[in-house]
């Protein structure tokens, strides 16, 4: 990425007091519940004793990162409304985590996703799962939120890059270290109050600036107002959106360990229904806070803009909220980088230890397991930080970056989990060839992007790294699905005790929970009315 433009602005003492209290309160609760985890239940699934309310917002928080401040709303500024669209299919996708993969994870009773993976397949799908994984949280989620933080520092305080990232890897590593996945939730609650928050107040003061929406909508290019984008679009084709888009939303938000932890910790299988529904509403709010803003900052800065459009949010704050209210701003995006940044030390560190440390060391102690989960947090934030300089180039915009990686990760993953638990006759060997062969065709992509970056192709090059990223998705996942399919048909079906109550054919028993609650089928319903309205008036 581009030097991001630099700013600076002049907190006042209300500015200081604010931040010193967010930070008091955040590890106040990290403090709180250190002293009371004792055993890997209640550090890695907060003792699964979570509520609905706190685990919806625990999802929507640990989502919304930095990234999402730094980079959805540059590419706002660079496209308009477009890469909402991962927004509000997120908030459709959210609901099958909630009423087709989480009564199987509970069930199960297992910790992680690689877990899962086992009990479905065997051992080498687990240990495949839980590697790309830990590979794929450097790549994205650590070295992007990191990053992005660091350019909120950098824009609002004037410290270096460096100096930036070490010091809320620093303040982050605290809290999630210390109180584990509890601690991680309840301070996503509170986190998520902040930064919804403060995101939509800048929002109305923008608009007020630019002469409302409709002023909005006079200054900006017409089809930066429209969700869908031609077939030929370089980063948002329609056909990518509606084909590839979900590709990744079925890996990220059903079988990526980060957001489905939460969901793990649950009460019961309604209060985690309940949490996904409560997710579903809030990730509505992101083009409006997000998205909405960096075509603002389009307006009132187009020479920032055309400079660095990642500078398009801290730009906003530093140049539009009122003295004194800047502090509650930065807050914010404090509040999304820590959450987003907790949320996947604290899930790494559980597969790591309960997927690969356990297994080597099964006679291992809880105290001893929660102690190497937290140094294995260190060691991948190490990693991160040593990868941020090569992420440009992947792409200039910090969330093409982030989704194009994620693309070439996902579609192999989501295969095998989603005709794992929809057909009973898929089996490990043919999951195995499918991870392996989305393993050579994402890997292979992503190394020629880094070595080709910036220059001219033909040929085969054009077609393989040329291909817009979504649209390499679901041709990967096509593949993969073929592979999934050919390799378990032309080999002996799985044992019967394999599969029992691991797939929607083999349900026997009692039910997770036997609670009857109609409220969360009836609020998703209500939800996803509300994203097709949504979508039929943006279009």
């Known amino acids: ?59 929507f928080s640990s989502n919304i990162g930095s990234e999402h ?13 477009a890469p909402g669209n991962f927004e509000w299919l997120a908030s459709l996708i959210v609901l099958l985590l909630g009423w087709v993969f989480v009564p199987f994870y509970l069930r199960s009773g297992v910790y992680t996703m690689p877990e899962f993976l086992e ?7 687990r240990t495949y799962l839980a590697t790309i994984s830990l590979i794929a949280y450097i790549f994205t989620k650590i070295a992007v939120g990191i990053f992005a933080g660091a350019i909120v520092l950098k824009a609002v305080l004037g410290w270096g890059m460096w100096q930036s990232s070490l010091a809320l890897v620093i303040a982050t590593g605290i809290y999630t270290i210390a109180g584990g996945m509890a601690a991680v939730i309840y301070t996503e609650v509170i986190q998520t109050v902040i930064l919804v928050g403060g995101a939509l107040a800048l929002t109305l003061i923008g608009l007020d600036k630019v002469g409302g929406w409709s002023g909005l909508q006079a200054s900006v290019p017409p089809e930066f107002f429209s969700m869908v984008k031609s077939s030929a679009d370089k980063d948002f084709p329609w056909t990518g959106i509606f084909f590839g888009a979900p590709i990744l939303g079925i890996w990220y938000w059903c079988t990526d360990q980060v957001i489905v932890q939460r969901t793990l910790a649950a009460k019961n299988i309604q209060h985690a229904q309940g949490g996904t529904v409560l997710a579903g509403f809030l990730k509505i709010l992101p083009v409006f806070m997000l998205v909405v803003p960096g075509m603002i900052a389009r307006v009132l800065y187009p020479a920032e803009m055309a400079a660095d459009s990642n500078s398009a949010f801290p730009l906003m704050v530093t140049k539009l909220m009122p003295a004194g209210l800047q502090g509650v ?57 040593l990868w941020i300089p090569m992420m440009s180039r992947i792409s200039n915009q910090l969330w093409v970056y982030l989704q194009s990686v994620q693309a070439y990760v996902s579609p192999p993953i989501a295969a095998v989990f989603l005709l794992g638990i929809a057909w009973k006759r898929i089996n490990a060997q043919g999951a195995l060839a499918s991870l392996l062969t989305g393993f050579v065709l994402g890997a292979s992509r992503f190394i020629l992007e880094v070595v080709y970056a910036g220059q001219p192709l033909d040929g085969f090059l054009k077609f393989y790294v040329g291909m817009n990223f979504l649209h390499f998705a679901v ?56 994203i097709v309205v949504l979508w039929v008036y943006f279009a």
Request: include cysteine.
């Open 475 to 530: 041709l990967m996942f096509v593949i993969c699905v073929g592979v999934l399919l050919a390799v378990s048909l032309v080999t002996p079906a799985p044992d019967s005790d394999k599969v029992v109550n691991l797939t929607f054919q083999t349900t026997i028993g009692e039910q997770v929970s036997t609670e009857r609650n109609k409220l969360p089928v009836v609020f998703a319903l209500v939800l996803i009315v509300t």
């Open 119 to 125: 009990r479905r397949y065997n051992g080498a799908c």
């Open 69 to 81: 401040f730094i980079g959805l709303a540059g590419s706002g500024a660079s496209t308009g409304m």
């Open 1 to 59: 990425m581009p030097p991001t433009f630099l700013l600076q602005t002049q907190l006042l003492a209300i500015d200081y007091v604010v931040l010193a209290l967010y930070f008091v309160v955040i590890f106040a609760i990290g403090w709180y519940f250190s002293r009371k985890e004792r055993t890997t239940t209640d550090y890695f699934l907060a003792s699964r004793d979570v509520a609905w309310w706190a685990i919806g917002a625990s999802l």
């Open 329 to 385: 701003m930065i807050a914010a995006m404090l509040a999304a980088l820590m959450s987003s940044l907790s949320a996947v030390f604290n899930s790494s560190s559980t597969i790591f230890t309960m997927d690969f440390y356990k297994k080597l060391r099964p006679e291992a102690s809880e105290k001893h397991l929660v102690n190497v989960g937290r140094l294995a947090t260190l060691v991948m934030v190490a990693l991160a930080l």
